[in-house]
Each structure stands twice: as C-alpha cells, then as structure tokens.
C-alpha cells in the first residue's frame, strides 16, 4: 500500500531564516506530487505540483520554490522567510495514470516568528 | 463567482442525526468530485470519490451528486462524535499536463454533541 510522509511535523522559524520542508512517498512509482498551504479561513491553496523529476509548475509567486530530486521525493524550500508563510504545509501524491484523487500526507505546521 | 462554494459552518447536531454537507460549483468541466475530512491539526482524508451523477454509498456515508444542478454532497446517517472534523468538498478535471488538479471547497466544520 502507498504511504506518504513529510517532516518535520511542527517547526518554528525566525523571519528571514531559510527552510527545507520533505515529502517522501513509499508504494507507487512516478506520482504526480503537489505542495499545498492551508491558511485558516483561506482553505487549501495549490502551490507547486510536479508529474516528474525536475518538473516543477508553479501556481503562486511568491519567495518559495520546490524540487524533485528523486522520483517519490518532494521538497520544499524559502531562502528567507516571511510571516506571511506561516501556515500548515501539506504534500499530497496522485497516481500518475487514471489517477484522478490525491492523497494527502500529515502535514508540517510552520510557524515563522 | 468562486468556483467551488461550500458553507464553513459551523455546524453542530445532537449524536445520532443525519448530516447533510453541500457543495456547490460553477465549472461544467469538473469530471471527478471527493469528499475529504479533516480533523484537527492532521492532513486530509480521502472519504468519498465519485465521477457520475447519482448516489454512492460506503456504510453511513452518502455522495450525491447533480451533475445538471452542479451540486454534489454528502450525507452522514447516524452521526457519531467521532464524525466531528472539517469537511472539504473537492473537483477535478484534467489540466492536460498529465495532472487531474483539484479544486477545494474552504470546508465544513461540524461538530457532533453526544
């Protein structure tokens, strides 16, 4: 069975600090990955998705990127981040063929001081 | 006009009541439609997934959806406590890159009093 994680679960970070936030998903071979933030009141907000390695697609500017270094792992980064990024991250994984719903890791609630 | 509309709520119901979440939406193109739930501080649950109009049912749980009155939701007959979450209401269609991206309602929280 598929199985997706991201770490850390809880982080707190000065402004301007850099961040590095990691999805790894285990049983499936070359998911399609998305980045989300869930702002309250805001809902899920679409950031990045990828459909493969060094993939990346971007649906809102702003100061973070992603990358997708190996087939099942997701990152996503800031150089320096704002309090506006505080937020609950979560990274979620669509099969690649016939896969029309996606599945959502536990998320990262980042909190940016 | 958004394009997926759902009612935050909150709503609240005595244990043991049926349930109904409603989502509305305004592009002909979504093909798919799910029902997440969500509990406090955790990721979304894939509940209910559905690409037709009608009923489909999986124990308590009931999708609808109207295809024609773009429309869909979800029932929950004899609600539980444990049923208190957040629910999100989403829609897909295909994005022609190879990728199915959802649409999200903001969600429903509903409590369930015992």
């Known amino acids: 069975s598929q199985t997706i994680h991201q770490w850390p679960a809880t982080l707190v970070q000065p402004v301007g600090s850099p961040l590095s936030l990691e999805c790894t998903v285990e049983?499936?071979?070359?998911?399609?990955l998305y980045w989300y933030r869930q702002a309250a009141g805001r809902g899920l907000q679409l950031l990045f998705y990828?459909?493969?390695?060094?993939?990346i697609s971007s649906e809102v500017p702003q100061n973070l990127s992603a990358s997708r270094p190996q087939d099942r792992q997701f990152i996503l980064s800031s150089k320096k981040l704002l309090l506006s990024d505080s937020g609950f991250y979560l990274c979620?994984?669509?099969?690649?063929?016939?896969?029309?719903?996606?599945?959502f890791g536990p998320g990262t609630r980042l909190l940016v001081l | 006009q958004k394009e997926v509309e759902q009612d935050p709520g909150p709503l609240s119901v005595p244990e043991g009541a049926i349930v109904s979440l409603n989502c509305t939406y305004s592009?002909?193109?979504?093909?798919?439609f799910m029902w997440y739930r969500q509990y406090s501080r955790k990721g979304p649950e894939l509940l209910m997934y559905?690409?037709?109009?009608g009923n489909k049912e999986d124990g308590r749980f009931t999708a609808q959806v109207d295809k024609s009155s773009k429309y869909i939701s979800l029932f929950i007959r004899d609600s539980q406590p444990s049923d208190s979450a957040t629910y999100l209401c989403?829609?897909?269609?295909?994005?022609?890159?190879?990728?199915?991206?959802?649409?999200f309602g903001k969600g429903t929280k509903l409590s369930v009093i015992p």
């Open positions: 559905t690409y037709s109009s």
């Open positions: 049983g499936t071979s070359n998911p399609n």
């Open positions: 979620a994984w669509e099969a690649p063929v016939g896969g029309e719903t996606q599945y």
């Open positions: 989403a829609m897909s269609a295909n994005s022609g890159a190879g990728s199915y991206q959802l649409t």
């Open positions: 990828s459909v493969g390695i060094g993939q």
């Open positions: 592009n002909s193109a979504f093909q798919y």
